[in-house]
């Protein structure tokens, strides 16, 4: 079975909060370009034998101090 793990992870250019997903690939996996959902800024891919994963998070609550979850 693939191992798995996440981690929380902000886009370098403008700050967009995801959750990052690092699956180990399979021979099957394809290679594909990823880009932040709000400003287009390139994000990484592979990790080695990984594949990562990036869900968009939305901010819940008040500006000050909200939680995030996974949109």
Same mark, same amino acid.
């Given at each position: 079975? %693939?191992?798995?793990?996440?981690?929380?992870? +902000?886009? %370098?250019?403008?700050? =967009? %909060?995801? =959750?990052?997903? /690092?699956?180990?690939? +399979? #021979?099957?996996?394809?290679?594909? +370009?990823?880009?932040?959902?709000?400003?287009? #800024? %390139?994000? =990484? #891919? /592979?990790?080695?034998?990984?594949?990562?994963?990036?869900?968009?998070? !939305?901010?819940?609550? =008040? !500006?000050?101090?909200?939680?995030?979850?996974?949109?």
């Amino acid at each position: 079975m %693939p191992s798995s793990s996440t981690s929380r992870f +902000d886009c %370098p250019k403008c700050g =967009t %909060p995801y =959750t990052l997903l /690092r699956v180990e690939a +399979d #021979a099957s996996s394809e290679d594909g +370009d990823v880009a932040c959902t709000i400003c287009s #800024a %390139p994000l =990484t #891919a /592979r990790d080695g034998q990984f594949v990562l994963k990036y869900f968009l998070m !939305r901010r819940n609550g =008040t !500006r000050e101090g909200g939680h995030y979850s996974v949109v």
